[in-house]
């Protein structure tokens, strides 16, 4: 059974279908369960600085290493995530530092039990259903390099949802049910000159109305540093971890660890 050392496995089991879901949907990306290991394969999509991302699994790390290593990776730059309970990665770093890996980070992942449906009427937030309304919204983001793929609009698993302020559009949100029982926020972004004005509350609210609507009773989301406060104000908490991985740098030659002297 996956993720043994967890005790809410269902969070990390969302996070994997979902953002896999949608990396497939809009770049054709491929995720393989392997046993010990899933590998998700993103081929050329520019998302991300890897190719490959190896999530273990197994709670041993001598099989998960082996399992990376009996796979073809053919060059490509990989990460290794690890899932764990406890917010500490020491023993994880440690046992895994054995295999010939070295620390990136640890974030966490956050979980959420979606109470009565909100009340009152959530404000200036429109699910986009059509063409014309994802072209309104994108017309906004691009000038912030930002985007809603139109890949996603005829997707029966992935809504998004934009807020005006004023007449304008003031930032998006885009939840995932391809999970059963459990909505995941892939993205959340609130244009520069409407941030701090209850855009990412109203965001998320109309979410959790799309959810009970579904029957879905959990939330998931992996939150950046800046919208932290905000899912904690709406009551969502870490119920797992991720640490993720590198194979540790090869030293550059020993010229390269010379200090150049300054002779100008």
């Known amino acids: 059974m996956p993720f043994p050392r967890l005790e809410n496995p269902w969070v990390v089991e969302a996070m994997i279908a979902s953002y896999n879901h949608v990396y497939k949907t809009v770049y054709k990306s491929q995720y393989f369960d392997l046993g010990p290991i899933g590998v998700s394969d993103y081929g050329t999509a520019p998302v991300a600085a890897f190719q490959l991302e190896f999530l273990a699994l197994d709670d ?5 290493a082996k399992a990376i290593q009996d796979y073809e990776i053919n ?31 640890t974030g966490p992942i956050l979980g959420y039990e979606i109470p009565n449906p909100v009340r009152g009427e959530v404000l200036e937030v429109t699910k986009i259903e059509t063409k014309d309304q994802l072209d309104r919204a994108n017309l906004a983001l691009y000038l912030e390099n930002e985007s809603i793929p139109v890949e996603t609009l005829t997707d029966p698993y992935i809504h998004n949802f934009y807020a005006e302020l004023n007449g304008h559009i003031a930032g998006w949100v885009q939840l995932v049910t391809v ?28 979410t959790h109305v799309e959810c ?10 992996v939150s950046s540093d800046a919208a932290l406060g905000l899912y904690r104000r709406l009551g969502y ?28």
């Open 75 to 105: 060059g490509k730059k990989y990460v290794v995530d690890v899932f764990h309970t406890q917010p500490s990665a020491k023993d994880i770093k440690a046992q895994y530092a054995e295999h010939g890996y070295e620390f990136v980070r």
């Open 179 to 206: 999970f059963p029982g459990t909505g995941y926020i892939n993205q959340l972004y609130t244009l520069s000159d409407f941030r701090k004005q209850q855009v990412g509350t109203s965001l998320m609210a109309r």
């Open 60 to 64: 041993d790390p001598q099989i998960v």
């Open 237 to 264: 908490h870490p119920l797992a971890y991720f640490t993720a991985l590198r194979l540790k740098q090869e030293l550059p030659p020993p010229e390269a660890l010379t200090i150049p002297l300054d002779l100008s």
């Open 212 to 221: 009970t609507q579904r029957g879905i009773s959990r939330m998931a989301l």
